[in-house]
């Protein structure tokens, strides 16, 4: 059995260093997440700054469900300035979950948890009911099969709170991309938006069981009063994306 596996099949990620950068891989030739060395809290990946496009919808949740960890860049970015919210993080892999020190993701506390889990599992059993779910789960073989299937979006969904809010992370490139997409768009009755990010490779998908997106399409473009402005304006070229092709989409 090669080295880079242990008894369970979970490959062992490994962290590229530059001087300004940590990156997590699987492969050298796809980055899992990146981290700024002297910024660890940006969010370095332009699709992780366009998934937080939820803030658009919901500036306050007061839970927020994560399916994959990766360097924690996502993680540590609401647990910092969405701090009235509960997190919980699922990832599935002890290697990548190792690392969470070198990435300088916090320890647990009363409402911020990483644990080791199936996200199929969480979502068909969450812990409570959810304002957000983010799903950003790859392995070394892309998005695997039970992080995609009908069932696991109707778990999703199910998942929620009334208006509660789905954020997929899926590769354009993918063969099944368009099946994807039409199984989220299933699974929340055309309720659904698609959002490229700027690097023209990943697709971000917002989902609702309510009405946040329709209502969406009025809201203006400025920070809520609460929220950092520093984060804001690193946020704000993405959020104005999202906002782009809200308007151009005709809900079911």
């Known amino acids: 059995m090669p080295d880079t596996a242990n008894a369970e099949g979970h490959v062992k990620p490994f962290v590229y260093e530059t001087l300004t950068t940590k990156a997590l891989h699987f492969s050298i030739c796809e980055i899992q997440s990146r981290m700024q060395s002297l910024k660890p809290l940006a969010l370095d990946?332009?699709?992780?700054?366009?998934?937080?496009?939820?803030?658009?919808?919901?500036?306050?949740?007061?839970?927020?469900?994560?399916?994959?960890?990766?360097?924690?860049?996502?993680?540590?970015?609401?647990?910092?300035?969405?701090?009235?919210?509960?997190?919980?993080v699922v990832e599935i892999n002890p290697h990548v979950i190792a690392l969470r020190d070198v990435f300088h993701v916090p320890p647990d506390d009363a409402r911020f948890s990483v644990r080791r889990g199936d996200g199929a599992d969480f979502v068909r059993s969450?812990?409570?009911?959810?304002?957000?779910?983010?799903?950003?789960?790859?392995?070394?073989?892309?998005?695997?099969p039970a992080l995609c299937s009908q069932g696991f979006y109707d778990d999703c969904h199910d998942s929620l709170q009334s208006e509660g809010l789905l954020v997929v992370n899926l590769?354009?490139?993918?063969?099944?991309?368009a099946l994807h997409v039409e199984r989220v768009r299933r699974a929340f009755d055309g309720r659904i938006l698609v959002v490229g990010d700027r690097d023209c490779g990943?697709?971000?998908?917002?989902?609702?069981?309510?009405?946040?997106?329709?209502?969406?399409?009025?809201?203006?473009?400025?920070?809520?009063?609460?929220?950092?402005?520093?984060?804001?304006?690193?946020?704000?070229?993405?959020?104005?994306?999202?906002?782009?092709?809200?308007?151009?989409?005709?809900f079911d």
């Open 171 to 177: 590769h354009m490139g993918h063969c099944d991309y």
């Open 45 to 88: 990946l332009d699709y992780t700054r366009t998934m937080m496009g939820f803030l658009l919808f919901n500036d306050r949740p007061d839970t927020i469900g994560m399916i994959g960890l990766g360097g924690g860049s996502l993680a540590k970015f609401c647990r910092a300035y969405v701090p009235q919210a509960r997190i919980d």
């Open 202 to 250: 990943n697709s971000i998908v917002f989902a609702c069981n309510g009405r946040r997106l329709q209502h969406g399409r009025t809201a203006q473009l400025r920070r809520p009063r609460h929220f950092d402005s520093t984060a804001w304006e690193e946020l704000a070229p993405n959020l104005a994306d999202v906002m782009i092709e809200l308007r151009k989409t005709a």
């Open 126 to 144: 969450p812990p409570h009911r959810l304002d957000v779910l983010m799903v950003d789960g790859y392995d070394t073989d892309g998005i695997p």
